[in-house]
């Protein structure tokens, strides 16, 4: 293991989302157990913020949210802000003309879609390819092109930045085709850090939702939405949906703080996801889980199920019904505990010799 390090971690750690809060706060508490002194860059920007609230009052947007729930969606929204008091934080600085508050021996960028550059408001910040960061040493960690399919190819200017990092590492196979693509280099693929440092996210399941299944994420086609419900009620087991309204839940929770969502998804019956933390949570926690594909979170989700041996969890109209019976009734099993934890070895080697 690498000596200690002052780390800056670069990250989006303020959106009002529930994986990325805790891949922000998993990967800043899992390099201070391995000895380093890390912050999260308190990255800000005026812009970006009114972006973010806008999003977190409006989640569903292209379909309107009603004026009703923006209650409930402004609670949701104040227990992260509080959330995000309890991180281990830098002295803010500007999102657009950067100067870290202090020095750094290594700025670790990711995880999440730092590099994504569809995102609808972090897209194409220079900071996140390194921009700003001085001498630090440039290291990424499960750092991702998101929704930027690798057939459109990296920019030369952006490759040269993401050419002066020390170490670069991705958590997707369309991330690892950019890179090598771009640069003629291939990263490592490793965990999201919520799955390399679970303990960080592992909660006491409260017992309030014990034997409910779980709902996280919104906008889940109809034939599926059928699917489960006939699921669920041949078992007689309860919905819950988590963070966004869904009508079809026979409960909600749309106001639950961080903490409460990882308590919740520490006890879910099953996980019904079409969100990529959704699917990481049910992993951290051994649960059933089926998941949808959606255009925005193909690569990512994708990509994770079939890097851990649990491709059988994805379901789409053409599925049998068994199939989704199946992911909802039975926990991934050793062959993917296994590939995780063969993961989590190379990802802890990797920071090693990234950090050393």
């Not at 669920?232 to 087991?237: F, L, N, P, S």
Request: aromatic share 12%; glycine share 6%; with cysteine.
């Amino acid at each position: 293991m690498a000596g200690p390090r002052k780390v800056g971690v670069l990250t989006f750690h303020r959106c009002i989302n529930y994986g990325s809060y805790w891949q922000a706060r998993c990967l800043a508490e899992g390099l201070a157990a391995r000895g380093h002194v890390v912050s999260l860059l308190d990255h800000r920007s005026a812009a970006v913020d009114r972006a973010e609230w806008r999003c977190a009052l409006q989640p569903t947007l292209p379909q309107p949210t009603p004026a009703s729930d923006f209650p409930v969606y402004a609670r949701k929204s104040r227990r992260f802000f509080d959330a995000f008091c309890d991180l281990p934080l830098s002295p803010r600085f500007e999102l657009d003309a950067p100067e870290l508050p202090d020095r750094y021996d290594a700025v670790v960028v990711g995880s999440d879609e730092v590099w994504n550059f569809r995102h609808p408001w972090y897209a194409a910040r220079p900071l996140f390819f390194g921009d700003g960061t001085g001498s630090a040493r440039r290291v990424s960690y499960a750092a991702s092109f998101g929704a930027h399919d690798a057939s459109a190819g990296l920019h030369p200017w952006w490759a040269g930045k993401l050419a002066g990092f020390s170490a670069l590492a991705v958590r997707d196979e369309n991330s690892r085709r950019l890179v090598r693509d771009s640069l003629g280099l291939d990263p490592e693929v490793v965990l999201d850090p919520c799955l390399q440092f679970s303990r960080v996210c592992r909660a006491e399941p409260d017992e309030r939702w014990a034997g409910h299944a779980v709902i996280y994420g919104h906008s889940f086609a109809d034939w599926f939405v059928r699917a489960v419900r006939r699921w669920a009620d041949a078992r007689g087991i309860r919905l819950l949906s988590l963070g966004y309204r869904n009508a079809w839940a026979d409960a909600e929770w749309v106001d639950a703080s961080p903490l409460d969502f990882a308590r919740v998804m520490a006890g879910a019956r099953a996980v019904i996801t079409n969100f990529f933390h959704g699917c990481v949570f049910a992993l951290v926690n051994a649960r059933p889980f089926a998941s949808l594909l959606t255009d925005y979170r193909s690569h990512k989700i994708g990509d994770l199920v079939h890097r851990l041996g649990a491709a059988d969890r994805l379901i789409d109209e053409t599925a049998p019904p068994p199939r989704l019976e199946r992911a909802l009734d039975r926990p991934p099993g050793a062959a993917t505990r296994e590939r995780i934890g063969v993961l989590r070895r190379r990802s802890e080697a990797y920071l090693d010799l990234a950090l050393a």
